[in-house]
């Protein structure tokens, strides 16, 4: 068994991974304050919400349970004084089952060690990275990961804070720890608050094993490079670090070779691709994405990859972003029979996204059968959200590769009990 607790959890890429395994398992809390992220997540993982014992709630009560949270309605903000009163009905009640069913601590600015259960395998950490991204910094953002940026890149320390407070406490700490950010965390001007970090985690007593990967070689046709840092609490044990240096050596994920023969599920860009537009959903998700025919995605058209032109497909996607209405995006394809004043060609589809980083068409689809209007013309999850949360998340098979060396070393380390 192996009990993990996900922070910035997003819509469960963890959760998916460890599913995959075939191994037990216990999520025993997630950590988001995103309202589409926690409902997404709740949905996908555990099935469609059974609503009844949140019908005799009155609008007043629901917010007044929900305000005791730090929630925030986009993922960047916190929920204004008074907006949850203007949030409708139905999703206050969805947002509360989610937050129940998944015993999702929400901000883990609010999080402390008595959140960190004492037998807690794996708590894993994906801090936001647009203070830390080349795009970020293309928009004149340099504060990275420092200490007062005040910022939401800056979420690293407060996992600090709080295993911190674990190590004040007397209490154990997580027997692993896994980081996930863009690899400019390793750049220059953010390495020095890295390595600060990685020091600290030395200290308290854990060996970490950082690797730069990359999608494409784990079974997914995507160019996303990530940075993961694995961390094994040994307690400065040196017999321990030579065991964890030999076992890294022999099972090295950069090595191209080791990593395709890893057993996962692997899929093409045609796997991905959804352009059997006989299936009406298909068909209308395809025109939902259609470009408009002006100047300005003539130049997207142009200046970004073909997916899919004259029947034939690329080999690899570039990054899936939280928008494809961008210059650079994932690529485009071709669509004949535009809509009036549309071009011949179209983003990927929130669903193609989804496939794109590692999940299943039947997460896409429970979203999809639980939807439903929350104003005119305004669905609960609209493409756009649809497209940034999986821009969000983590490469599913990734994680599995990842998570096939906790086991091993869980065992290694002798950790059982």
């Known amino acids: 068994m192996i009990k993990v607790l996900e922070a910035f959890s997003g819509i469960g890429a963890q959760a998916k991974a460890l599913e995959r395994l075939n191994i037990d398992y216990d999520i025993v809390a997630t950590a988001d304050w995103d309202i589409n992220a926690i409902m997404a997540y709740d949905l996908i993982h555990n099935g ?60 883990i600015t609010d999080m402390t060690a008595t959140d960190i259960p004492e037998d807690l395998d794996l708590f894993t950490y994906s801090f936001p990275c647009q203070d830390l991204s080349i795009a970020g910094v293309w928009h004149g953002n340099m504060s990275g990961i420092d200490r007062d940026a005040n910022n939401r890149s800056g979420m690293l320390w407060e996992v600090e804070r709080i295993l911190k407070d674990c190590v004040e406490k007397k209490q154990r700490l997580p027997r ?149 209405d961008r210059n650079p995006n994932s690529g485009v394809i071709e669509y004949i029979n535009p809509c009036e004043g549309k071009a011949n060609w179209r983003y990927l589809t929130a669903r193609e996204c989804f496939l794109a980083m590692g999940f299943d068409e039947c997460d896409y689809e ?33 994680l599995e590769a990842i998570f096939m060396q906790v086991i091993d070393i869980k065992e290694l380390l002798n950790c059982e009990g």
Request: with cysteine; net charge positive; charged share 30%.
């Open 366 to 398: 429970i979203l999809m059968d639980n939807n439903f209007d929350v104003a005119k013309n305004k669905r609960l999850f609209s493409e756009s959200k649809l497209i940034k949360m999986a821009g969000n998340s983590i490469v599913v098979n990734v």
């Open 48 to 107: 469609g919400q059974d609503l009844s014992p949140y019908l005799g709630f009155t609008k007043k009560e629901l917010v007044s349970a929900l305000s005791k949270y730090t929630l925030s309605p986009d993922g960047k903000t916190p929920y204004k004084e008074g907006s949850l009163s203007r949030t409708n009905i139905e999703v206050l009640r969805r947002l509360l089952c989610a937050i129940e069913r998944t015993n999702n601590l929400v901000s």
């Open 176 to 324: 692993f720890l896994l980081m996930e950010n863009v690899s400019n965390i390793m750049a220059p001007r953010h390495m020095g608050n890295f390595q600060e970090w990685i020091d600290y985690l030395k200290k308290i007593g854990y060996y970490s094993k950082i690797y730069k990967l990359n999608a494409s070689r784990f079974g997914i046709p995507q160019i996303r490079e990530r940075v993961f840092m694995l961390s094994s609490f040994i307690g400065g044990d040196a017999d321990k670090a030579d065991l964890l240096e030999r076992y890294f050596n022999d099972h090295n994920l950069e090595n191209e070779e080791y990593a395709k023969s890893l057993p996962l599920k692997r899929k093409s860009v045609q796997d991905v691709i959804k352009n059997n537009y006989e299936r009406l959903d298909y068909k209308s998700e395809a025109c939902l994405s259609q470009l408009n025919d002006t100047p300005s995605r003539q130049r997207i058209i142009e200046e970004n990859d073909k997916i899919l032109k004259d029947g034939c497909y690329i080999d690899v996607l570039k990054t899936i972003t939280t928008k494809q």
